[in-house]
């Protein structure tokens, strides 16, 4: 089992900038890609970007290609998503997602989800 808490959601203004980390504890962290999605009321639950397990490797959407950038600290057992330039259109609850094997854009491949966090950008 892997547990995944997300932190850093909030309300920012469209131009701005936030940084979500995901603190994970259970198995080994490093042997797992990690891996963030968003889903945004009344829509599907889309995939953002994701980290390989030694970060050598990330993987992001055309959507947010950038402007976000993840990166793991696998030390600590977290891994971060930067989002600069943000766009109303990014408003979304925020997922981290871990995966034993290798990256993947589908949300059914990801074995251990966090609980969210809600980030707003307003106009």
């Known amino acids: 089992q892997v547990q995944l808490v997300e932190s850093g959601g909030g309300l920012v203004q469209a131009g701005g900038s936030l940084r979500l980390s995901c603190a994970a504890s259970g198995r080994t962290f490093s042997a797992y890609a990690m891996g963030w999605f968003r889903q945004a009321p009344g829509k599907e639950r889309e995939f953002v970007g994701a980290?390989?397990?030694?970060?050598?490797?990330?993987l992001y959407a055309d959507s947010v290609k950038g402007r976000f950038t993840i990166s793991r600290d696998n030390a600590e057992n977290t891994v971060y998503l930067q989002m600069n330039s943000l766009k109303p259109e990014d408003t979304a609850v925020y997922y981290c997602?871990?995966?034993?094997?290798?990256?993947?854009?589908?949300?059914?491949?990801?074995?251990?989800w966090g609980q969210g966090t809600q980030v707003t950008v307003s106009s």
């Open positions: 980290i390989s397990w030694s970060g050598d490797s990330t």
């Open positions: 997602a871990a995966e034993p094997g290798v990256v993947t854009t589908d949300s059914v491949r990801w074995d251990y």
